[in-house]
């Protein structure tokens, strides 16, 4: 009883005391006179009078003076706020938030500055932005996090706020790394078709390798982690397990924190053969059509992905015929009793449409029109998604693009109509082409050139190439239109200087030619190209001290200096995929040049053959062959300095470039009238470089050799005794400066007086 009335006694003087402080505190409405505003350092004043819900002349009252403190603290500006009334003057009394001057990182040695910086830019703490406590709180968590993302779990972050002049702070988030968490186990649990080695082998996440260090493929992520599940159930979905599923993943991290084990529980399913294939919808009356395209197999285990195959066939052999939306469905019948899929074609091609406007996208540098003449759909006509694939493999097979791709867009309201937009990446087009071989005898060997490809954006080719070795030095002009025409007929103009000495001694003789020339190709078809060209050539050939002696029988037979007119006619077939990176398809090269007029004549034809094949998603197999055959075409000898070269890179690797074939009695390498390469490599994308698919590994195996005017090459004589061979590894990539390859060799077959270069490389050199 005593205490509820003391209970009472002390609720109501808190009352009373609450009544006392409002009474205080509410001020009577009044007109503003005026409003003044203290303790401003850096924000401007119009920054508070626009956020103020109240101007002079306003009527004033407690629900906008309330009002007027909400809006101030919402900018963010401020660490108090509180307004004062004197008299009719409204005084708004500020205290600012100090500002962040410098950000600094201790002890960061897994990222860049500018990538935490980014960072913590995007939780809204950067250089000149007011500091906030919540949001250093939400910087640290941050930092933890992109730590976090490379295993890191045991980083520790501590952050310093130094308070300096001009109410301002210095922050410093001192980092402590401490060693990455690494996989130390992945178990798969509730395989039994196959073993837990070989579902393992599937995964890039490992328990680590002698090129961890660089790949971190012991690293966890759970984007990889997440991949890696995806790599498994395709290979359970193509080898027959239709109803395969990941039940759980659990990621363990053990109190070290630098050890992480993976559990992953799975569900087999019992395995399906396919026993038929049935069309069910609407298939334009071409059933017949249709079922050609279906790589499904009655009798065989259920392959995912030649489901896969089979519905992207038919939905873009819909696409010839101008139906971009149509959708094809594989619904499987599953006969659980006898273990049996029938599988269902559902079609429904939808509505025929066509393309209302192409818009090119991405090329910040190269022109809409070098992009539009590729393409085979025209604006206004029927969709046709065989033209689109061509278009885009034209488009890409220019070589200015990283990345090449179409995409389709409906037309808000317009039912059978379609946007196309191709998108591409541009890449440096420019290069800059080096050369460098070392050998005992010659040293250090280099060349120079400077191309631009795609000059000005124009799509024309402008390029010179200087080569300063003391064996060949040269001096080449050029340049190409691709469109000379607008049916796509291009022209080459051509302007060189060419000095050629021997290998032992720059003063023994000089060979100098000087030429010019122009070509035109002529497409008949979208992978065929016809060339024709006409070109002068004036060469001579200057004595030394020792002239080899199948330069002095040339020059007493056809005196010295010589003029050629050549003409010359070619032709070429390109079906790759892509020009930068080929994984598939054919090159296929013929050039001929016949000298009908001048003193020298003579007949030089040569023939190219390349193959891509993928062997897998990773790996393609690539095989180039060349062949060259020369002859007179008088009653007098072959020029020798039309001779055929062999050895280096594009050839024979591991032999010196151009030592290959017949030498005089002096060692000098004069060449031949006949030559054979034939290239074979495997090629597979280097590990850790993300999406730049021109950074690639390849091994090889070289066979080439290059004979003189008395001898057949081994295709025609059984007996291949001259033939060298090779192999080794190396790295192709279209760098920034232009196409590069190093290659590290080994020759197979060699013979004593053979010039070897284990290692050589090239900037701007192809297969």
Do not use: C
């Not at 706020?81 to 897994?110: M, Q």
């Not at 992905?305 to 101008?322: H, I, M, P, R, S």
Request: proline residues 4%.
């Amino acid at each position: 009883m005593h205490l509820n009335r003391f209970r009472l006694k002390t609720l109501s003087a808190f009352a009373a005391l609450v009544l006392v402080a409002q009474s205080s505190w509410a001020v009577s409405p009044f007109t503003v006179r005026d409003i003044r505003i203290e303790g401003l350092q850096r924000v401007e004043p119009g920054t508070v009078f626009v956020s103020l819900p109240v101007r002079v002349g306003d009527t004033y009252s407690d629900d906008k003076g309330t009002a007027a403190i909400q809006s101030l603290f919402a900018l963010g500006l401020f660490k108090d706020v509180r307004i004062e009334v004197i008299g009719d003057v409204l005084v708004v009394v500020v205290e600012e938030r100090p500002t962040v001057a410098n950000v600094e990182f201790v002890g960061t040695k897994e990222f860049d500055k500018d990538v935490l910086v980014k960072s913590l830019r995007d939780v809204g703490l950067a250089d000149g932005r007011p500091f906030d406590k919540a949001q250093l709180d939400r910087a640290e968590q941050e930092l933890k996090r992109q730590y976090i993302n490379r295993s890191l779990y045991a980083a520790q972050v501590v952050t310093t706020v130094t308070p300096i002049e001009r109410n301002r702070v210095n922050l410093t988030f001192t980092v402590v790394e401490g060693e990455p968490a690494n996989i130390s186990e992945i178990r798969i649990v509730g395989s039994k078709a196959f073993s837990e080695s070989t579902l393992r082998g599937l995964f890039d996440l490992d328990t680590g390798g002698w090129l961890s260090w660089y790949t971190k493929s012991n690293r966890y992520s759970r984007a990889k982690l997440n991949a890696d599940l995806e790599t498994l159930r395709s290979y359970y979905l193509t080898r027959g397990y239709l109803e395969f599923k990941v039940d759980s993943t659990q990621v363990a991290i053990l109190p070290n924190k630098t050890d992480i084990g993976i559990n992953i529980n799975i569900t087999e399913g019992e395995r399906y053969v396919v026993s038929s294939v049935k069309l069910a919808g609407e298939y334009l009356g071409k059933e017949e059509e249709f079922k050609s395209l279906v790589v499904i197999r009655p009798g065989q285990a259920f392959n995912a992905d030649d489901v896969a195959k089979t519905t992207k066939a038919f939905t873009d052999y819909f696409g010839n015929f101008g139906y971009a939306f149509a959708r094809v469905e594989a619904r499987p019948e599953i006969d659980r009793i006898n273990n049996r899929v029938a599988l269902v074609l559902q079609a429904n091609p939808s509505r025929r449409a066509y393309v209302r406007k192409i818009n090119v996208a991405g090329n910040t540098r190269t022109r809409d029109v070098v992009v539009r003449r590729e393409f085979r759909q025209l604006e206004a006509s029927w969709y046709d998604a065989e033209k689109i694939r061509l278009s885009r493999d034209r488009v890409d097979r220019l070589g200015y693009f990283g990345e090449v791709a179409v995409e389709t867009q409906e037309v808000p309201g317009t039912p059978d109509q379609v946007d196309l937009t191709i998108n591409v990446t541009e890449k440096p087009t420019g290069s800059l082409s080096l050369g460098a071989g070392y050998s005992s005898g010659d040293g250090l060997g280099l060349s120079f050139g400077l191309k631009q490809e795609n000059a000005f954006g124009s799509g024309n080719s402008l390029g010179i190439q200087v080569n300063t070795s003391k064996i060949n030095r040269v001096m080449v002009l050029n340049t190409t239109d691709p469109y000379f025409t607008e049916d796509g007929v291009s022209r080459t103009l051509d302007l060189y200087y060419r000095t050629s000495r021997p290998y032992q001694d720059q003063d023994y003789y000089e060979l100098v030619t000087a030429g010019a020339g122009i070509r035109f190709g002529v497409p008949f078809s979208e992978t065929d190209t016809v060339f024709f060209g006409l070109g002068i050539e004036n060469t001579e050939i200057v004595e030394g001290l020792s002239l080899p002696q199948s330069y002095k029988a040339f020059v007493e037979e056809y005196g010295t200096p010589t003029l050629a007119v050549p003409l010359t006619v070619g032709w070429s077939r390109d079906s790759r995929d892509s020009a930068l990176a080929p994984n598939s398809g054919r090159f296929q090269r013929v050039n001929a040049e016949w000298s009908f007029a001048g003193d020298v004549r003579y007949l030089r034809a040569t023939y190219q053959f390349q193959q891509y094949v993928p062997l897998s998603k990773q790996f393609t197999a690539a095989m180039n062959a060349e062949i060259g055959l020369g002859a007179s075409g008088s009653d007098k000898t072959f020029p020798v300095f039309k001779n055929f070269f062999g050895g280096g890179l594009g050839s024979v690797r591991g032999f010196e470039q151009g030592s290959l074939g017949p030498v005089d009695v002096n060692g000098t390498n004069v060449g031949g009238t006949s030559k054979i390469n034939l290239n074979m490599e495997l090629l597979a994308p280097f590990p850790g470089v993300g999406n730049d698919r021109t950074l690639r590994l390849y091994g090889f195996w070289d066979i080439g050799m290059v004979r003189g005017p008395d001898q057949d090459l081994p295709i025609i004589n059984a007996n291949a005794n001259e033939l060298r061979s090779s192999v080794g590894f190396g790295i192709s990539w279209i760098s920034p400066v232009g196409p590069l390859r190093l290659a590290f060799s080994k020759p197979l077959r060699k013979f004593d007086n053979d010039r070897i270069q284990n290692m050589q490389f090239q900037i701007g050199t192809s297969f």
